[in-house]
Each structure stands twice: as C-alpha cells, then as structure tokens.
C-alpha cells in the first residue's frame, strides 16, 4: 500500500478520489480489502479532533481544503489512523517478514502549527492561531506513541520494531520544542 492510498497535499485523489491513481496497493486487488479502513478528513468530527485542537463546530464542517487549517489537521489525523488501522490489519491476517507503516501526522502537524507549541508572547492572529492549535504537536505525539503501543500489543517476543524519523528528532522538524 502507498501513501496515495489516503489524500495527501502532494496528491489529493487517493483511494476513492476522483482521479484514484493506479498502482495504490500491490496486488491491485488488495485495496478494495482496505477500503473500509481508509478515513476521509470529512469522517472526523469534534469527538474526534477535541483531544488534538480547539476550534469551533462551523469551522469542523467547512468542506475539506487543503488551505484551511482545521482540514489540513483533519487530514493528518484522519492519515495516521488510516496507516495505523491498514497495518495492524494487514500484520495480523498478512504476517509480512518485513511491514513498514508511515504515520506523517508528526511531521505534518509539527510543519503545520509548530510554530505555535509553547510559543510565549504571541498577539493578534497568531494567538488566535496558538489557541485553536497550540497542543495539536505535542498532542500528535501522544496519539504516534499510543500507535507505536498498538504494535508493540500486536508483536511477539520474535519481532524486532524500529521506529524511524525522516527528520531525527522531534525537535529537528520542531525548533521551538525543547527536551
């Protein structure tokens, strides 16, 4: 499965989109088995964002647009519970020597509203901007350690998990982060 399956701002017409691209999952036939695991941003609603970000129920039901910070939050959420769900399923029935997840939500989320977390002193629109999604990085890496738990319940004491990150650290993708 690629990262096309899900929309993505490089990409929008994943799995399902207007356009859907070809060559999403191999075998081809694959995705219509994951269909049902794949989440839209417009399937999340406020039970769904509140533990991440603050924003009102208007802005939630906006139509989905990749300018829009609520969407692009949407998205990056409705993605790493899309990757999560598709690769404990396929783990778990498939049982690949080698399984590789990509869970963007941190990088996305840190590259989104980073400059927002624990960030003192902020007036005007960027401290609307800070209390709308201030706690949406921090909060994202609490919801990506709860997916590295769901696999480390998912694995035996025969298999080796790696995590990797394609910036190091939390803190190279997120300079206002501090350990």
């Given at each position: 499965m690629s990262d096309h399956t899900c929309d993505h701002f490089l990409f929008p017409d994943g799995a399902g989109g207007e356009a859907e691209p070809a060559g999403i999952t191999c075998p081809a036939d694959l995705l219509s088995t994951l269909r049902l695991s794949i989440r839209r941003p417009d399937d999340l609603g406020p039970t769904d964002v509140a533990p991440f970000i603050t924003v009102s129920p208007e802005e939630l039901t906006r139509r989905f647009d990749f300018s829009d910070d609520p969407s692009d939050f949407k998205w990056a959420l409705a993605t790493a519970q899309t990757y999560q769900r598709i690769g404990l399923d396929l783990w778990r029935r498939e049982h690949p020597d080698v399984p590789l997840v990509y869970i963007e939500g941190t990088d996305s989320v840190a590259h989104l509203?980073?400059?927002?977390?624990?960030?003192?002193?902020?007036?005007?629109?960027?401290?609307?901007?800070?209390?709308?999604?201030?706690?949406?990085?921090?909060?994202?890496?609490?919801?990506?350690?709860?997916?590295?738990?769901?696999?480390?319940?998912?694995?035996?004491?025969?298999?080796?998990?790696?995590?990797?990150?394609d910036h190091g650290s939390?803190?190279?993708?997120?300079p206002t982060i501090r350990a």
């Open positions: 509203f980073g400059h927002l977390f624990r960030a003192r002193g902020l007036a005007g629109e960027l401290a609307a901007q800070q209390a709308k999604f201030g706690g949406a990085v921090e909060a994202m890496y609490r919801y990506a350690d709860g997916i590295v738990g769901s696999y480390l319940a998912a694995m035996d004491d025969r298999t080796t998990l790696i995590v990797l990150s939390p803190w190279e993708s997120c």
